[in-house]
């Protein structure tokens, strides 16, 4: 099998799967138990948040650890809205976040909040001068994600975080990280957001785990789930432990070569620009300078066929998300795709393990579903 779908989710490496299971086995005491086998599983919660910090560049206090990046991102964005209640109701956002921030906004809506949804560049991009102009005195939170989980658009957040403090604004920044982390280098001191979503399954890690960074900006947060107090008393819940290991393992895996990988990816993405794009009728789409994603179009054949065919030749790719499941993507819809390059959007996106022959598997065989169909639009 050729998997080219890493922005989707991605391959455990057996070191991470060994630290899952040395946890589930050995080291499966309840945190909060006073006992020794406690203790342990305590210390592994502790080493796992002081890992993750690590590569985040910050403190292990600031760091909550949620169940994924959705959850991460749902929770940021009601914590900024709570913070910021006697000040305002306005939210500043993009049209082409993920769902998991552009469905707690349209909840947010429902509950009275006004929220400005900036609309990409044909090439994807949002600039941090969109940004400056849809801020209002009443806005009490900017959420922009780093890396865009369909084009790989990097979007400014650091500018923005210049912006709201150069403007004195005393609206939260949150960025949903989840494509980002570990993919564009960054750390929390120098990006300047307030709330960071950041998700393990993107980095060979289980599913089922993520963080939530909380700056000093962040002040008495709202808890996301009341309970036991654990994580500080902010998302209680016995702790996921055996997923904690393994994302710290696979975090840990990805800072010990994190220049090769980095440079690997964005060299396989180098190679498949080159060679898919001298497929006729196979045109790119949004201009995404992470290193990991890379989105183009077969345009008028449709992306559910190509997935599929592609699927049939044992090579996975996705049709702009996962998560729409055949639905149009939002993404190319808010960049004002024609119609025949919408329709043919695929999404490819590589990992530590991809290789150029991979890359030109895919190509032949999208050059062979390009000539054994006619276009349908
Ligand atoms: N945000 C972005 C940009 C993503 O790409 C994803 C997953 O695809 C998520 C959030 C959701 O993360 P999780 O699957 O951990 O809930």
Redesign the pocket.
Known sequence: MIYLDH??TTPVPPEVADAVREALVNQYGNPSSQYPLGREARDLVARCRETVARALGCEAERLVFTS????S?NWALRLAVWQGRHAGRHIVTTAVE?S?VLETCRQLEQEGCAVTYLKPGRDGSVTVEQVADALREDTVLVSV?LVN?ETGCVFPVREIAELLKARGSKALLHT?A??GFLKVPFCTGTLGADLI?I?A??LGAPKGV?ALYLGERVKNPRPLLAGGGQEGGLRSGTEATAQLAGFAKAVELRLAALDETLAHMASVKAYALERLLAIEGVERVGNGDAPHILAISLAGYPSANIVEELAARGICVSAG???HRGRASHVYEAMGLPKRVKAGVVRVSFGPETRTDDIDALADALRAHRDARFPML
């Open positions: 922005a989707a994924c990046g959705t959850e991102d993920h998991a994600m989980n949903d989840v494509q979503s998700s399954h993107k993520g998300s996962a998560c």
